[in-house]
């Protein structure tokens, strides 16, 4: 049973290019979440989705930032016109349908960006 | 304040020696928690989820506290390979649905 998914592993924007992260959840989980973690600091949630909806986008940038789960096909982090702020490691987790008590989240390896 | 908190170490410890880990969280509508490893520039990983039972996982014992939102895990016997980020992570669900909440992390370097 294949882990969470996450590519690339590694991407390289110039200021102002567009990044587009990758997400396939484990078999089986409906639920997806992004966070991300910059240098030397925690990971910071910023938007929970199942397939085809946005749940919870609390913690994603007003601009420049946007996400998406498709029916079918991997969930998509966007970020348009990066700049050096966002140099940062990408998480990406999953879930089952939440019941009882089983709210436990699996990580993917992360996306690391970079702008340069 | 900060949602949750945790001394961020590092604990430099022997081998051998028994070291343990504190968190406190903010938010009393917090539901479930957990302690996740996180090795460096790796993903987080889930270590164990912690009950108000308390609860053990071999050399691992976890313990919360709601009335005093303190959360503990004690680890025996460290070895090397325990060296890592531990991370204290919170769970509040809410009418959009769940959301974990992490602390920065106590840095654990175990040495010979």
């Known amino acids: 049973n294949a882990g969470v998914m996450q590519n690339p592993r590694h991407l390289v924007r110039r200021r102002g290019q567009e990044a587009r992260l990758r997400c396939s959840p484990m078999?089986?989980?409906?639920?997806v979440y992004w966070y991300r973690q910059l240098p030397e600091e925690g990971l910071k949630f910023m938007v929970y989705l199942q397939k085809e909806n946005i749940i919870d986008e609390s913690g994603m940038p007003k601009e420049r930032f946007s996400a998406e789960f498709p029916k079918e096909g991997p969930s998509i982090l966007r970020i348009q016109q990066v700049v050096r702020g966002d140099s940062a490691a990408y998480f990406c987790a999953s879930s089952p349908s939440p019941t009882g008590s089983s709210y436990e989240q699996y990580f993917g390896p992360g996306t690391r960006l970079t702008v340069t | 304040r900060k949602e949750v908190e945790q001394d961020p170490g590092p604990f430099n410890v022997p081998e051998g020696a028994t070291v343990a880990f504190n968190c406190t969280y903010s938010?009393?509508?917090?539901?479930?928690f957990f302690w996740y490893r996180q090795d460096c520039r790796k993903e987080p990983k889930l270590l164990m989820s912690v009950y108000s039972s308390g609860n053990e996982d071999g050399r691992f014992t976890a313990q919360l506290n709601r009335a005093s939102q303190y959360i503990s895990l004690l680890i025996r016997d460290s070895k090397l390979s325990d060296s890592a980020t531990y991370l204290c992570v919170v769970l509040v669900l809410t009418g959009g649905g769940n959301k974990l909440t992490f602390g920065t992390g106590t840095q654990l370097k175990v040495e010979l």
């Open positions: 938010n009393s509508a917090s539901q479930s």
């Open positions: 078999k089986g989980h409906s639920h």
